[in-house]
């Protein structure tokens, strides 16, 4: 720290402590006052890639086709699923849904049309159509067109007629999409051509106005679910029952984010006190560093509350690692103080509370500088959630070390000096036996290190991004059980849909039947006009959409497929195995009742009948399933074996983005991982004043990533949104104890220009802080074993594995190489 700056500081806070607390608490209790503003956001938006042109055309798909808002219910009575019993039952639960607020319809196997049941002729369409509750109806055909029927088997009822769906549909949010519209036409403007001052301002309101609508939607989506779930609790006596849909997954991971934010809390709060006790064994070095860690907690959350951003699944650990961090700021202050307090026992408290901080500041500031670098990294990733969580760290780190180069100081001047503290224990034995060992065997550990970096290296080659969205939740849970009953039983989950446009040609076609057209036309002839000059509408192309239909429908990976080919083949059912000509087509679309061509059209053709729409629902739980080897099999076969212009095809739906986020983790991964690397390295030669000594003492932290991500290439873990953070995380807080070691070492030896002699004393002073720190940051991390989300267990575990290795490496590697290369020039031994 400056002279200048030191002067100052210590004025301010350490000579006028009493002052600088109640500055301090007048922002604790602002921000404190903040804190019930605090929001979660588990959206399916937030976990999707930022600019992804993909999202911008699913958008537009669902404007037309209309939206993927709906909640699955998944009925499996204990009778059987057609006696009188299981369809009252059913029909009582229909009508409850039904009558929940912003329900548009519950669409069951009551409601749908019968084709089959008996066979309806073309000509009955408009009149002939019955349902299950039509009196009179054949229950058994009526069994027999769920179970073959190619529109309602593997979709509203199992192939083994045991389970059926009841799905209920929202009504259309209007106010949602028109806010989402209006910021996201003025983001794209943003990037493309910039904006005025005027529309700066329009884009901050419109922001601000989507951001509060979403808390609102997002608050009544939960208490809908919730009353959804206490309708199917009244009817579980009669069946089993599922709940799933995309709002049930959202208000899902909010609870469990609400429940990672208390457990992760409360337990790393609980593991810091005992740990805290058992380093130091005083009750003052459990209250004063836990009260640093809850004020920087009180003041982000705060923070965030104020500024109305939202907490996700991904950064719903901030608080714990906020916690852990400024644990370790702590606790080497505590362990400079003290060392101080033991070699200087005339030395009064403000002057050991002085001397403590001129030491510590520098590479207290330098090991935060450095863990704000690693999270900073993470804002060049694509997803959105990644993106807010290297921010929240980034600021939460910056506030930690100043609340606590504040507090920490301001609160022990005022206390009395501490006088007993004893110089060896067991850490202190640890250590130096540490010490020894890398002294006795330093070429081994350099030979040994570099064996691991090589399968290292052989394990990150291996490395994938395929992960099946249902493994991210335990067993144990509704989403888990909902998406592998819906899996199985139901035609799978994750939509995927192939959208394919009228060539040019056809275009330019109408143009010039359009030019041609005679005025004195007969208009009744237009009664055909769809059939006629529709692009899909026609026998030959719904021939094609047929056999795209039966292609699509043939991959394993893929569960339940509708088209408009759908609609072909229960035509061709109902006009004896012929399919239909134009003309049939005509007639059939014009007697056919408006609930039928709900059900069988407009979900799959456009209202020109110039573009169609095949969706399809992908087998999350398939263990094939490999969504971009799939995606571009599928645009492969339409481009080079049916022909179509490629610029004609498009695949969109929920599947594509969540592809494109996955195969975004590796340039993300790349990226982050670089920025860190190259921003510490810059770092370090700043603070160590030689390139030859940061290279030094960045590679036993690189080591500590590298063995991580290569262990999980070796056992097959894919990389996912949580664990693309490990690496850059790991490098982050792992060098501050580089740091740590080679600005004590660099002190030490000028003190005893002897590299085995320091080695020992460092090992036997800074050596017992990074063990502290490193033990508390390992433990900490695992506690987020405890979440629900498996992503988060992953990471907590692995990255306090991590933090293992980095400890050994950082206790021997590290010394080793300072013991080989001697980077500060020749001991005395050597002179």
């Known amino acids: 720290m400056g002279s200048w700056l030191f002067h100052y500081y210590t004025k301010t806070v350490i000579e006028r402590p009493v002052i600088a607390l109640a500055c301090l608490a007048l922002i604790v209790v602002f921000f404190g006052f903040q804190a019930p503003n605090f929001k979660l956001d588990a959206s399916a938006d937030s976990l999707v890639l930022e600019n992804d042109e993909a999202l911008r055309y699913y958008r537009s798909i669902r404007e037309i086709y209309g939206s993927d808002d709906f909640l699955v219910v998944t009925y499996s009575p204990f009778d059987d699923l057609l006696s009188p019993d299981s369809l009252a039952v059913l029909e009582s639960l229909r009508d409850e849904l039904s009558q929940l607020d912003r329900v548009a319809s519950v669409t069951t196997i009551l409601d749908v049309p019968l084709l089959n049941s008996p066979k309806v002729e073309l000509s009955e369409l408009s009149t002939g159509v019955k349902t299950l509750q039509t009196p009179g109806v054949d229950l058994e055909l009526a069994r027999k067109e769920f179970v073959e029927s190619p529109i309602y088997r593997n979709n509203l009822v199992s192939p083994d007629g045991r389970t059926a769906a009841l799905q209920v549909i929202f009504k259309h949010d209007k106010k949602y999409f028109s806010l989402l519209k209006l910021r996201n036409d003025l983001r794209e403007k943003r990037l493309t051509s910039g904006l005025t001052s005027e529309e700066s301002r329009q884009l901050r309101k419109a922001s601000r106005a989507f951001s509060e609508h979403l808390a609102i939607v997002v608050d009544a ?83 965030l509350g104020f500024l109305d951003w939202r907490v996700t699944v991904i950064s719903s650990n901030f608080i714990s690692l906020l916690l852990i961090i400024t644990m370790s700021l702590t606790i080497h202050l505590i362990v400079r103080y003290r060392i101080l307090a033991r070699e200087n026992p005339t030395a009064d408290q403000r002057t050991l509370v002085q001397d403590t901080v001129r030491i510590m500041a520098e590479p207290c500031f330098y090991t935060a500088i ?13 997803i959105r959630p990644v993106i807010d969580f290297g921010w929240m760290m980034t600021i939460g780190i910056a506030v930690a070390f100043v609340l606590n180069f504040i507090f920490f ?223 571009n099999k599928i645009h492969t076969f339409l481009v080079e074996e049916m022909g179509f212009a490629q610029e004609n095809v498009h695949l969109s739906g929920m599947a594509v983005l969540y592809n494109n986020m996955l195969q975004s983790l590796y340039r993300s991964q790349i990226l982050t991982l670089g920025v860190v690397f190259v921003s510490i390295l810059a770092m370090f030669i700043v603070l160590f004043r030689s390139l030859y000594l940061a290279i030094l003492a960045i590679i036993p932290n690189l080591l500590a990533a590298g063995l991580i991500l290569g262990l999980m290439g070796w056992v097959g873990k894919p990389l996912d949104v949580m664990t693309i953070t490990i690496a850059a995380i790991v490098v982050g807080i792992a060098v501050d104890h580089a740091i740590h070691y080679i600005h004590r070492f660099r002190v030490e030896f000028e003190r005893y220009r002897d590299y085995a002699a320091t080695v020992r004393v460092c090992h036997g002073s800074i050596g017992r802080a990074i063990y502290y720190t490193a033990l508390t940051i390992t433990v900490g991390f695992s506690i987020l074993a405890l979440s629900n989300f498996i992503p988060t267990i992953y990471f907590g575990l692995l990255i306090g594995l991590a933090m293992l290795v980095a400890l050994l ?5 590290l010394p080793a190489l300072l013991l080989i290369f001697k980077p500060l020039g020749r001991g005395m031994s050597e002179e």
């Open 221 to 303: 989506d939960r208490e809908r679910v919730k009353k959804v779930r206490m309708i199917m609790d009244t009817y579980r006596d009669k069946a089993k029952m599922y709940l799933g849909g995309v709002s049930m997954v959202t208000s899902d991971m909010i609870s469990f984010i609400e429940h990672d934010l208390v457990v992760f809390g409360l337990g790393v709060v609980g593991f810091l006190v005992l740990a805290l006790s058992f380093f130091f064994r005083k009750v003052r070095w459990v209250v004063l560093p836990m009260s640093c860690c809850v004020l920087s907690v009180i003041v982000m959350v705060g923070y």
């Open 370 to 382: 450095t863990t704000i670098v690693a999270f900073g990294s993470l804002v060049v990733s694509d």
């Open 409 to 631: 100081p301001s609160l022990l001047t005022l206390l009395p000096r501490e006088y007993g503290n004893s110089e060896e224990d067991s850490t202190t034995s640890f250590t130096l036996a540490v010490a020894s060992f890398t002294q006795n065997n330093t070429g081994k550990i350099v030979i040994f290190c570099s064996a691991v970096a090589v399968l290292s290296l052989i394990g990150i080659s291996k490395l994938e991004v395929e992960n099946r969205f249902i493994d991210h939740f335990k067993s144990s849970t509704e989403i888990y059980q909902g998406m592998e009953l819906i899996d199985t039983e139901l035609g799978g989950t994750v939509p995927l849909d192939v959208i394919i446009d009228a060539d040019e040609e056809f275009y330019a076609y109408l143009e010039e039947l359009e030019e041609s057209q005679d005025p004195f036309e007969d208009p009744f002839e237009t009664e055909v006009e769809t059939s006629g000059v529709s692009y899909w509408f026609n026998a030959d192309m719904l021939g094609k959409a047929e056999e795209i239909h039966d292609y699509l429908d043939k991959l394993p990976e893929v569960g339940k497929v509708l088209s408009i080919a759908t609609a072909m083949k229960v035509f061709r059912q109902l006009n004896d195995g012929r399919m239909p000509d134009d003309y049939d087509l005509a007639v059939i679309r014009r007697v056919m009742p408006e609930d039928v061509k709900k059900a069988l059209i407009d979900p799959y053709l456009s209202q020109d009948a110039n573009q169609t729409r095949i969706t399809m629902r992908l087998v999350e739980s398939s263990p094939t399933l490999r969504r971009q080897a799939l995606i």
């Open 809 to 813: 490496s950082n206790l021997t590697l």
